[in-house]
């Protein structure tokens, strides 16, 4: 769905892109966009943006959607547009300047765990494989088990990256890495316009000495150079998980805050919810694949 202050009969110049979430499990609601880390506004004038956001807060009243959920980047409204949101869950969003040369960038990843690892798998012969293909896929999803065991998560459906790879065509890619043929870490990225997407990565625990993660991410920065793509968008990390939002920066990505807007007020508050989240981690970091896989499958299409 998209909101916008066009009449009918004047061309779409602006909009605020949702898409309308709808089970039997909740109450219909907006999310720009559900699975994406964050959604720009696709409007420039200050008093249009707080138009549109006003006006959205009258449709729990229409009964039209029960809830609504903005993901904007920093800075992209003034503040005065959010009257009536409230702030949601809060993640730091990390992206990599690649407008400077290959070797400028290469010496500006940390030394001992970055540009070590990277010539560490060199050495150990790692082996990368990029498609779509359905073998591909089916490896980087054995991996996306393991790795989201090791979270306390259950892995989106098979069916869900089947979709994405399909329906992005060439704009969607599986890095996978390979030790003496066996699949060891892979990533899936998003590529448009000037912008890489890392999106998905899991890996086998097992390998992490080998430097599988920043050799598979120092490849992805040399495709992205090669494509003319001046930003690696390294995704949001939540404030706790340290050691992911070290290794970004090790990568020399630069943070900035992403701050969720929702109407009206969620009912639990922020330490309920992450509370409740850490118990869910506790029970699916020890259920069986089929059962995570099963979890997976019945879970997601409720959440966004």
């Known amino acids: ?13 602006s909009g605020l892109v949702f898409s ?21 506004p696709l409007i420039d004038d200050p008093a249009e943006m707080h138009s549109l956001a006003e006006f959205l807060t009258r449709g729990p009243n229409a009964r039209q959607w ?8 920093e800075c992209s409204a003034a503040p005065d547009t959010w009257d009536g949101f409230s702030d949601g869950h809060t993640f730091l969003l990390h992206s990599l300047n690649l407008r400077p040369s290959l070797p400028y960038l290469f010496r500006a990843l940390q ?19 990029e498609g779509r293909s359905e073998s591909l896929l ?37 890095h996978l890495v390979l030790k003496n043929e066996r699949p060891i870490a892979a ?57 992911l939002i070290t290794f970004k920066e090790r990568f020399g990505a630069v943070r900035s805050t992403l701050t969720y807007k929702k109407f009206p007020a969620p009912t639990s508050s922020l330490v309920e919810s ?18 995570q896989i099963l979890a997976g499958r019945v879970i997601y299409p409720h959440i966004g």
């Open 138 to 174: 089916r490896a980087f999803y054995r991996l996306t088990v393991l790795t989201r065991r090791r979270q306390g998560l259950p892995p989106p459906p098979i069916l869900w990256f089947r979709n994405v790879l399909a329906c992005l065509g060439e704009r969607a890619l599986i």
């Open 274 to 291: 992450a509370w409740l989240e850490r118990a869910a981690r506790g029970v699916f970091s020890v259920l069986p694949d089929r059962l």
């Open 187 to 243: 990533i899936l990225t998003l590529h448009y316009k000037e912008t890489m997407v890392y999106k998905y990565g899991c890996s086998d625990a097992r390998y992490h000495s080998l430097g599988s993660m920043p050799f598979v991410l120092w490849r992805t920065v040399e495709l992205a150079k090669s494509l003319g793509c001046t930003k690696l968008d390294f995704g949001r990390s939540d404030p706790a998980n340290h050691g």
């Open 111 to 129: 030394k001992d765990s970055i540009q070590r690892k990277i010539r560490r798998g060199e050495r150990e012969g790692l082996q990368l494989r």
């Open 1 to 13: 769905m998209v909101f916008t202050s066009a009449r009918p009969d004047q061309e779409l110049a």
């Open 20 to 40: 309308n979430v709808r089970s039997w499990l909740i109450r219909p609601r907006l999310v720009s966009l559900p699975f994406s880390d964050h959604t720009d």
């Open 66 to 73: 029960h809830s609504i959920e903005l993901r904007p980047p």
